[in-house]
């Protein structure tokens, strides 16, 4: 009898592509459900479905669920715009997919968040993703939250953040630069949630992942700069000016700034030690300092 597949809503993004590349290598079946499931592609799409289907049309994530061994939903918005919000991405769409889960009997979920995920965050995104974790847990009580840190890796948006503003003549901080992160690569986060997915001991009910080192922000822009070899000073932006910048730039229609990316870069963001995590799954996650070479090559 065939094996029935492993479900990844959001299989095209950043961390949903690995993913899907990871459990594939691994032999797995897999059934890849986004707006556009042709966006992205891999070595070998023996054992890959493509669906089509918006976490919006109750319909299709049913049928998108149905059948499968374990689903993981790795559907992000950044940044809302007219018809997208946060509200309808993160907490109702995220809910539709639990309540198709617990419908069909599918006995495992995966539901990606984020560390600091909280209902009463300034930040409508932070918000939305403490909301989107309570009503997973509301439809299907036995759901696996994952909260990574930021996550970074080739083509990511966090090291590229980084390097860009190396351009300038000076480099502007939020802040003092003082707000700790804990960076993870994007391929230790891909196989733990394989692993997650696959084995047959249930998961904890939520893990926190954060990468091989903490970083205090500047520290983490001085590293960029020494790695593109680059000498700039660095100039510290109270946050108040950044969150009137990103007001301003909201209006444009992809603003490069918002204030929710902002707000992220205000509080620390970095995995609670007492929280199951990579030393769960026997993985030693990687720093960015060990993968910089790796994620941004020096053209
Ligand atoms: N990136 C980070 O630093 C970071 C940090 C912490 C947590 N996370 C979490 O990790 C998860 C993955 O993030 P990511 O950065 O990989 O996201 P991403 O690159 O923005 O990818 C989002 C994925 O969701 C799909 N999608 C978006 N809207 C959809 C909709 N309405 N219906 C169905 N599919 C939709 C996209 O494909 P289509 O556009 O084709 O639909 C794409 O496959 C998210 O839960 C995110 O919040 C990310």
Known sequence: MDVPPITVF???????????ATLLAAGEPVRLVARHPDAVHFNDETRLQRV??????????????????????????????AGQTFD??????AARVARAVRHAAVPRLLHLSGIGADP????????????????VRGEFQPATLIRPAALFGADDALLASLAMVT????????????????????EDVARGLAILACRKAAPA???????????????????????????????PVPFPLWHGLAAGLGLLPSPPLTRDQVYLLQ????????????????ILPRSVGEALPECLPIR
């Open 10 to 20: 959001g299989g095209s993004g950043f961390l949903g592509r690995r993913l899907v």
């Open 52 to 81: 089509s289907a918006d976490i919006a049309d109750e319909t299709a994530v049913a049928q998108a669920v149905a059948g499968s061994r374990a689903v993981i939903n790795a559907v992000s918005l950044y940044v809302e715009r």
């Open 88 to 93: 309808a991405v993160h907490v109702r769409g």
């Open 120 to 135: 009463a965050s300034p930040s409508a995104y932070v918000r939305a993703r403490a909301q989107g974790e309570q009503a």
């Open 167 to 186: 351009r300038l003549p000076v480099v502007p901080l939020f802040g003092r630069g003082d707000t700790r992160l804990q960076p993870v690569w994007v």
């Open 205 to 235: 009910p939520l893990y926190e992942l954060g990468g091989g080192a903490v970083y205090r922000y500047r520290d983490l822009q001085r590293r960029v700069l020494t790695h593109l070899r680059r000498r700039r000073p660095l100039i």
């Open 267 to 282: 509080y620390d963001n970095i995995a609670a030690p007492d929280m199951p995590s990579f030393d769960e799954l026997g």
